[in-house]
């Protein structure tokens, strides 16, 4: 029997940073720096096989976001899939996810048809094995592969100077979003 961990039971060290973070709150200037940082590696993308286009949205806050566009396949100019990526880059500590979408038109339906969902095309393997190899050079730790991005770190009662978003502080929102509103 295999016991699921959870991300910060597993990784004690993020569990101290975001002590310091958001209880503590020790950190604000830290934080600010690293929310106006670049993320150097994110130029290796370019040279993944499939990618036709690359937008990176890095703005002054605690992730960035990819949107990677691969090449449309075309079915006998009656059917169209466009296939893209989304990315999501903490700049606090080392994880990202990943989402995959499809947008399809077909001579049949009027407008398209957009999904968002786990690579379902050889194209979309490849690219998220290069992505994977990518990210893991660099230790990031693919989140929703082997923890829930969904994960408690803190109830909000145990934040009193921050305010609350959803039911409590998640593994998400501490690491992709800026909830102590240091970016403003």
Excluded at 60 to 65: A, K, L, N, R
Excluded at 70 to 88: A, D, T, Y
Excluded at 108 to 130: H, K, R
Aim: negative net charge; aromatic residues 14%; glycine residues 4%.
């Amino acid at each position: 029997m295999t016991q699921e961990l959870r991300f910060i039971d597993e990784y004690p060290k993020f569990k101290s940073l975001f002590e310091k973070i958001f209880i503590k709150r020790e950190l604000d200037d830290w934080y600010r720096y690293r929310c106006k940082e670049s993320i150097e590696f994110l130029h290796d993308l370019k040279h993944i096989t499939h990618i036709i286009e690359i937008d990176i949205r890095n703005h002054y806050f605690p992730s960035v976001d990819v949107f990677l566009k691969l090449q449309n396949i075309n079915g006998e100019g009656r059917f169209l899939l466009e296939q893209k990526v989304h990315l999501q880059i903490s700049k606090i500590i080392p994880v990202y996810l990943i989402n995959y979408g499809y947008s399809i038109r077909h001579s049949l339906i009027i407008g398209s048809l957009d999904l968002w969902g786990p690579p379902q095309t050889f194209e979309l393997f490849e690219v998220d094995a290069e992505i994977e190899n990518i990210f893991a050079s660099r230790k990031f730790i693919k989140l929703h592969e082997k923890f829930d991005a969904q994960d408690t770190i803190y109830n909000w009662t145990d934040l009193p100077n921050v305010e609350s978003v959803n039911r409590s502080l998640t593994l998400e929102y501490a690491a992709f979003y800026d909830v102590l509103g240091l970016c403003e």
